[in-house]
């Protein structure tokens, strides 16, 4: 079964295939590094790991460019509004170049903590002015353009199917109510490629060009570093359902208008985190970070694994007793992968069974499906179950891990050298463990199961666990 996947210009879930062979080009919209990345943000970013982690699943090699918005983002999609840089300035008491160091670090930061693999580039929109200022030359040169007082915009009229992502009836939109009013303006929908600074004032990010001192529009940084890094058309773009509007759809406008052909063959949207059902927002107080997660006593993984629960086109309810269960099947999860800790068992010593190779051709097929991961899931679930032997168990895990990316093998493998180091050099109290453990195991070969679980209990007391793994093994873990 091939990799489907439902493209938002089609409408439609369509078998992809990328332009090079085996190679893929994807670009993401990244983070605008002016305030905390929240877990709605990173919901998204899993989506796009687990999209990379598909391909890779299907034998492509994908080439992943990101952009870090770090100047000329509004408050509004109007091009109107505070630069969203020197809000985050001026809220946190910092530069907008320091403000854009911190954000962008806690973004990465919290990547890390959900397992989420780096992009191949990453693209910082201030590293590319001169290129942005190129594109929009060249949109210049071609007629897409014109002046008015406050900054360079794009003539949308001049641009055939500038709805062809949104689908929008642009007869029926009004001035003010798509975006706000601004004086000069051809037509609604038309967008900012460069802002002119306001006159008097000084700001701390602007640049010289042909039109005027000032900085891009938002949209424009896109379209350059997407075409500047992965060429004129591009296999992949993602991004929240909420670009399709208008940050997308004025993306396609200026790439294809420069260029002249297509710039997305797929387009790749993910839907809203809701929390208790309301929209995340800070007059709220609903926003929490994946550092926030983890001061809750929560790992961050669970958090993943709760993403995966929902499909990535559908809405999303998140709440705190939501992400406990998650993480109780997580931890089911990471149970099974005791078996990386037996330093003896290497997959590749017997060929899977052919009861555990079709749990895994299950498997691919959810994740083939439009990246069906609840659906991948519960393969997983019920497929261990069925499982027939540790060398099955492995299998399965690490070939599903290598999709979900929850990090079972290196949780089999940190626990195993957790009770390697206690056994090598125990304390007076591991020692009690460790001899109650030999005790309980006597038991067990003696049959007398009730004893043997009283033992159990009292080594849970002393802050661990007995797992029992086939064959009459038996492990700690620490509590």
Same mark, same amino acid.
């Given at each position: 079964?091939?990799?489907?996947?439902?493209?938002?210009?089609?409408?439609?879930?369509?078998?992809?295939?990328?332009?090079?062979?085996?190679?893929?080009?994807?670009?993401?919209?990244?983070?605008?590094?002016?305030?905390?990345?929240?877990?709605?943000?990173?919901?998204?970013?899993?989506?796009?790991?687990?999209?990379?982690?598909?391909?890779?699943?299907?034998?492509?090699?994908?080439?992943?460019?990101?952009?870090?918005?770090?100047?000329?983002?509004?408050?509004?999609?109007?091009?109107?509004?505070?630069?969203?840089?020197?809000?985050?300035?001026?809220?946190?008491?910092?530069?907008?170049?320091?403000?854009?160091?911190?954000?962008?670090?806690? $973004?990465?930061?919290?990547?890390?903590?959900?397992?989420?693999?780096?992009?191949?580039?990453?693209? %910082?929109?201030?590293?590319?002015?001169?290129?942005?200022?190129?594109?929009?030359?060249?949109?210049?040169?071609?007629?897409?353009?014109?002046?008015?007082?406050?900054?360079?915009?794009?003539?949308?009229?001049?641009?055939?199917?500038?709805?062809?992502?949104?689908?929008?009836?642009?007869?029926?939109?009004?001035?003010?109510?798509?975006?706000?009013?601004?004086?000069?303006?051809?037509?609604?929908?038309?967008?900012?490629?460069?802002?002119?600074?306001?006159?008097?004032? =000084?700001?701390?990010?602007?640049?010289?060009?042909?039109?005027?001192?000032?900085?891009?529009?938002?949209?424009?940084?896109?379209?350059?570093?997407?075409?500047?890094?992965?060429?004129?058309?591009?296999?992949?773009?993602?991004?929240?359902?909420?670009?399709?509007?208008?940050?997308?759809?004025?993306?396609?406008?200026?790439?294809?208008?420069?260029?002249?052909?297509? $710039?997305?063959?797929?387009?790749?949207?993910?839907?809203?985190?809701?929390?208790?059902?309301?929209?995340?927002?800070?007059?709220?107080?609903?926003?929490?970070?994946?550092?926030?997660? =983890?001061?809750?006593?929560?790992?961050?993984?669970?958090?993943?694994?709760?993403?995966?629960?929902?499909?990535?086109?559908?809405?999303?309810?998140?709440?705190?007793?939501?992400?406990?269960?998650?993480?109780?099947?997580?931890?089911?999860?990471?149970?099974?992968?005791?078996?990386?800790?037996?330093?003896?068992?290497?997959?590749?010593?017997?060929?899977?069974?052919?009861?555990?190779?079709?749990?895994?051709?299950?498997?691919?097929?959810?994740?083939?499906?439009?990246?069906?991961?609840?659906?991948?899931?519960?393969?997983?679930?019920?497929?261990?179950?069925?499982?027939?032997?540790?060398?099955?168990?492995?299998?399965?895990?690490?070939?599903?891990?290598?999709?979900?990316?929850?990090?079972?093998?290196?949780?089999?493998?940190?626990?195993?050298?957790?009770?390697?180091?206690?056994?090598?050099?125990?304390?007076?109290?591991?020692?009690?463990?460790?001899?109650?453990?030999?005790?309980?195991?006597?038991?067990?070969?003696?049959?007398?199961?009730?004893?043997?679980?009283?033992?159990? %209990?009292?080594?849970?007391?002393?802050?661990?666990?007995?797992?029992?793994?086939?064959?009459?093994?038996?492990?700690?873990?620490?509590?």
């Amino acid at each position: 079964m091939a990799l489907k996947l439902y493209n938002t210009l089609s409408r439609t879930v369509e078998v992809f295939e990328p332009l090079d062979g085996p190679n893929v080009s994807m670009y993401s919209c990244g983070p605008t590094v002016y305030d905390y990345q929240h877990i709605g943000h990173m919901r998204r970013y899993v989506g796009d790991d687990i999209l990379i982690r598909a391909l890779q699943m299907n034998h492509y090699r994908v080439k992943h460019v990101m952009n870090i918005t770090d100047v000329g983002h509004l408050t509004s999609d109007s091009d109107t509004g505070q630069d969203k840089m020197e809000k985050g300035a001026a809220k946190f008491g910092l530069s907008v170049w320091d403000i854009a160091k911190k954000f962008e670090k806690q $973004f990465f930061n919290s990547m890390d903590a959900l397992n989420i693999k780096t992009p191949n580039i990453i693209v %910082h929109a201030t590293d590319c002015i001169d290129d942005q200022i190129e594109l929009i030359k060249i949109l210049e040169e071609k007629g897409f353009t014109y002046k008015i007082a406050d900054g360079i915009y794009f003539d949308t009229s001049k641009f055939p199917d500038y709805n062809k992502l949104s689908h929008q009836d642009l007869s029926a939109l009004k001035e003010g109510a798509r975006v706000a009013a601004v004086a000069g303006k051809r037509n609604p929908t038309d967008f900012a490629l460069w802002k002119f600074s306001p006159k008097g004032l =000084k700001r701390e990010m602007e640049w010289k060009s042909p039109w005027g001192v000032g900085f891009p529009g938002w949209h424009i940084e896109c379209s350059t570093m997407a075409m500047k890094n992965l060429g004129v058309t591009i296999d992949i773009h993602t991004g929240g359902i909420d670009h399709i509007n208008i940050h997308h759809t004025n993306e396609i406008a200026q790439s294809e208008g420069a260029s002249g052909k297509q $710039f997305v063959r797929f387009w790749v949207h993910h839907n809203f985190l809701l929390f208790d059902a309301e929209k995340m927002s800070k007059s709220l107080g609903n926003i929490y970070t994946v550092q926030d997660i =983890k001061k809750e006593g929560f790992s961050p993984l669970s958090l993943r694994y709760l993403y995966l629960q929902t499909h990535y086109r559908q809405e999303m309810n998140f709440t705190w007793e939501s992400l406990a269960a998650a993480q109780t099947a997580l931890k089911s999860l990471w149970e099974k992968a005791q078996v990386f800790s037996n330093p003896g068992l290497e997959i590749t010593v017997r060929e899977p069974s052919k009861k555990a190779i079709k749990i895994w051709e299950d498997f691919v097929d959810e994740v083939d499906n439009d990246l069906n991961t609840a659906g991948a899931l519960a393969v997983l679930h019920s497929g261990l179950k069925l499982a027939e032997d540790d060398y099955d168990i492995a299998f399965l895990l690490k070939s599903a891990d290598e999709v979900l990316g929850l990090g079972l093998v290196e949780r089999g493998k940190s626990l195993f050298e957790e009770q390697e180091k206690m056994f090598s050099n125990p304390s007076p109290s591991q020692i009690e463990v460790l001899e109650l453990l030999q005790q309980r195991n006597d038991m067990r070969k003696q049959k007398k199961f009730a004893q043997a679980d009283q033992i159990r %209990h009292k080594i849970k007391k002393l802050g661990y666990d007995v797992l029992d793994q086939k064959g009459g093994k038996t492990e700690l873990k620490k509590l």
